[in-house]
């Protein structure tokens, strides 16, 4: 990883940054369009990391907080979804530039989304991959719920988790 990297939120100037790495990242049946960022940057902005190299935007991070342990199509188009006090740290997508793979800005960005969640007393983390996939998020420490019913970009994807035992252990114990 680069060590001039910076990792920060998003702004709703950098729509069109975020836009753009989308379009290169994935499919376009896939991407979220610019609308859709420019609805989830008023929603929710601050869950949205940004690493920058020399001032260079190269990658991001981003998804809602929500109450249920999956994610469903909907809640990709639909940023009011989002729940402040929400359960579950959603991952809609990891962007990473081409030229900056492999260096662990995907990685850094996905550590940042966790730390934040835990900070804020989320139960833990969701998101759905492709197949190819399911190995780096386990990597990460996330399990594999098992195909999704997401249909997103009519892909198959699958549910994983990371769910914080710690912090659910001791809430339980409050209760």
């Not at 610019?34 to 869950?47: E, I």
């Not at 969640?117 to 594999?144: N, P, S």
């Not at 019913?149 to 892909?155: D, E, K, L």
Request: hydrophobic share 40%; net charge negative.
């Amino acid at each position: 990883m680069n060590k001039l990297s910076v990792i920060r939120t998003a702004s709703p100037a950098d729509l069109e940054t975020i836009s753009s790495i989308e379009s290169i990242c994935f499919p376009a049946a896939e991407a979220a369009d610019q609308s859709r960022f420019a609805d989830r940057l008023k929603c929710f902005a601050d869950h949205f990391w940004l690493c920058e190299i020399q001032g260079e935007v190269v990658g991001f991070i981003d998804g809602a907080v929500i109450n249920v342990r999956t994610i469903r199509d909907e809640m990709y188009a639909d940023a009011s979804f989002h729940d402040p006090a929400g359960l579950w740290q959603a991952v809609y997508g990891i962007n990473v530039l081409p030229q900056y793979r492999g260096q662990g800005i995907g990685q850094k960005l996905l550590r940042a989304l966790i730390d934040a969640a835990r900070r804020q007393g989320r139960r833990g983390c969701v998101l759905t991959c492709k197949d190819h996939m399911i190995g780096w998020y386990e990597k990460q420490g996330f399990q594999l719920m098992g195909r999704s019913a997401s249909v997103h970009g009519g892909t198959l994807w699958n549910d994983m988790v990371l769910e914080f035992a710690e912090e659910v252990d001791q809430k339980e114990k409050r209760e």
